[in-house]
């Protein structure tokens, strides 16, 4: 029977910082789980598909003003059924309070006292919600080279490093973005083309896969591999004579990374404020970080977003996905699962596979250009059943990185069998990527509520040379389904990765809309999309992957005061213009958190 409990909980952490939480009212559910659970201070219970209300009590312990703002001058498209346009929006307190005619929305303030602000014209949508990117990789991207395809040449990013090196005194020189099959060279970097660069310090380069990378002599040395070091679900490739070439792949570039130098606080705390701030630049006012521990221990970002959080330059809403070895550490604590209105700490993200341009996706066929092969999951089927269905039942959200359609069908197995063992459906399961799910893979998904968060943008800057080099014509026409998805009726939601692209929303609809590739080829036109389907892939299904579906992602009374004005209507431009749509201000609270 469930049972109701009211106690006091000290949590000493020496890595995260002295928590005082209350318990107010909690029940112990039948599976031995705790339920609806309300703490006092910083953190609020973080409850899947459970609507957020502050009661009375919240409202005079937090001090919040209660002075109103309307919004008025803009075109408001709500992305709600039951008003799907409105001239005016009042909020309060960082919510939403009323949304209608300007009449009726200015009739209601006038209840109290109230301000109002007129856009002078554009469209006002909710907030734009990213479903997966690194924003921890990223704000430390800031601080690093920019090696991509654009530098040409393996000798521009030499130059590009060599610079680097000369105005820093860093440990370590850092790159990022290097792409083989987008520069002349066509080629991997291996370790004597960063010997050139320095051959007495460490340099390291991060492909814009970021699932291999290349290290140059003394990195290796530094790092501790050598042609006999083994690292699984990974690899560091050696030489005919049996030497480290110095590219790393998977989760040898993994273990690498965590292996470099630790930024202080401080700088992980600046760069995290210029990274978000990015991001509010692009529409965003919530974002996910998927896979806390990629760079290091969790514990580096952990106490920075609290802190930001806490101090409120968390100008976001962050929902922290962790590595299953970083939260288990969590768990051990009993922290997991905890968070504000502007931070979360989520569920477990996962890798089973690498990248189909790196030929380290897992595909049911042989790539287009090698036959006999086709790539290897990371890990065994034993082994991914076992993390999927701890995380399932212990009732975790588990976001599954897959590329190829082999490690696809491997973890939708995986879940087939968790929902088999601890039956639920309602834990916003993700597929990261799912680039070649066929549609009886997408139909068995949606029966265990997995949600799809598809990278539209491989079409656009991959999808020629997936034709010739990695999947042919007819694979790659079938790319990241989102037209799939809407004929199967199931919610799917879109990404680009970041720091692999670029942030953005509105170039991400934009190549989902019309899947052209940069060489002016339609790769799919049967899983095109309609602007609509393009937000809400960026709205309302994407508020159920961090849990917000009651909170965010419309214009509607009581959710957050979230919202991103654009200077035309993505539906009434032409298709072929949606990544030229300026963000004219971001909204995060009911703060301008990004103006132009």
């Not at 580096?300 to 288990?328: C, H, I, K, T, W």
């Amino acid at each position: 029977d469930a049972m109701a409990l009211k106690t006091v909980l000290k949590l000493n952490l020496s890595k995260f910082g002295a928590l005082s939480v209350e318990v107010q009212k909690s029940t112990i559910a039948q599976n031995g789980q705790l339920g609806s659970v309300f703490f006092s201070g910083f953190f609020s219970h973080c409850v899947p598909n459970a609507p957020i209300r502050r009661t009375n009590h919240q409202r005079s312990k937090l001090m919040l003003v209660s002075k109103k703002t309307v919004y008025v001058g803009a075109d408001i498209v709500t992305m709600s059924e039951k008003a799907p346009k409105a001239e005016a929006v009042c909020i309060a307190d960082g919510r939403i309070e009323c949304v209608g005619s300007r009449e009726e929305v200015l009739g209601y303030a006038k209840a109290g006292e109230y301000d109002v602000v007129d856009f002078g014209g554009g469209t006002l949508y909710p907030g734009f919600i990213d479903t997966h990117s690194h924003m921890s990789s990223f704000s430390r991207c800031l601080n690093q080279v920019y090696c991509g395809a654009s530098l040409g040449s393996i000798a521009a990013v030499q130059q590009a490093l060599r610079d680097k090196a000369a105005a820093s005194d860093d440990e370590w020189v850092i790159g990022y973005g290097y792409d083989d099959s987008g520069i002349s060279d066509n080629r991997h970097m291996n370790r004597h083309d960063l010997d050139a660069v320095c051959a007495d310090r460490p340099v390291m380069v991060v492909h814009i896969s970021v699932h291999m990378g290349y290290v140059n002599t003394i990195g290796l040395e530094r790092l501790g591999f050598t042609a006999d070091t083994k690292v699984p679900g990974g690899e560091i490739v050696l030489d005919g004579n049996g030497l480290p070439t110095g590219l790393l792949l998977e989760n040898a570039i993994i273990e690498a990374s965590g292996r470099l130098p630790v930024p202080t606080e401080a700088q992980v705390r600046e760069s995290l404020v210029r990274a978000i701030a990015e991001y509010n630049k692009k529409g965003f006012t919530t974002f996910q970080d998927g896979g806390l521990g990629i760079n290091g221990e969790a514990e580096v970002f952990l106490r920075p977003y609290m802190e930001l959080a806490r101090e409120g330059r968390l100008n976001a809403r962050a929902y922290l996905q962790l590595l299953p070895s970083e939260m288990d550490k969590l768990i051990s604590l009993g922290v997991w699962g905890i968070g504000n209105d502007h931070m979360k700490i989520g569920g477990v993200k996962y890798f089973t596979d690498g990248s189909i341009q790196g030929f380290t996706g897992a595909l049911l066929e042989d790539y287009y250009t090698r036959p006999g092969y086709k790539g290897a999951l990371l890990w065994s089927q034993e082994e991914i059943d076992e993390i999927i269905i701890k995380y399932h039942c212990l009732g975790f959200q588990v976001a599954v990185h897959t590329n190829g359609d082999a490690a696809s069908e491997s973890v939708i197995q995986a879940f087939e069998k968790a929902v088999e063992r601890c039956p639920r459906t309602d834990l916003r399961h993700m597929l990261i990527h799912a680039q070649l799910v066929s549609d009886s893979q997408l139909e068995r998904m949606k029966a265990c509520g997995i949600i799809p968060s598809l990278f539209a943008r491989h079409i656009e800057v991959w999808g020629d040379r997936h034709a010739a080099i990695f999947l042919g014509p007819e694979r790659t026409a079938r790319m990241d389904p989102a037209g799939s998805c809407v004929r199967l009726g199931m919610p799917f939601s879109l990404h680009v990765d970041t720091p692999v692209l670029p942030v953005t929303a509105l170039g991400s609809m934009h190549a989902a809309v019309n899947r052209i590739s940069d060489g002016g080829v339609l790769f799919g036109g049967d899983q095109r999309i309609t602007p609509r389907q393009a937000l809400e892939a960026y709205t309302t299904y994407a508020s159920l992957c961090c849990g917000g579906e009651h909170d965010r992602g419309r214009i509607e009374p009581g959710r957050f005061a979230d919202f991103v004005l654009l200077d035309s209507d993505i539906e009434a431009v032409d298709p072929s213009g949606i990544r030229d749509i300026k963000v004219l201000k971001t909204i995060c609270g009911g703060r301008v958190v990004y103006e132009a």
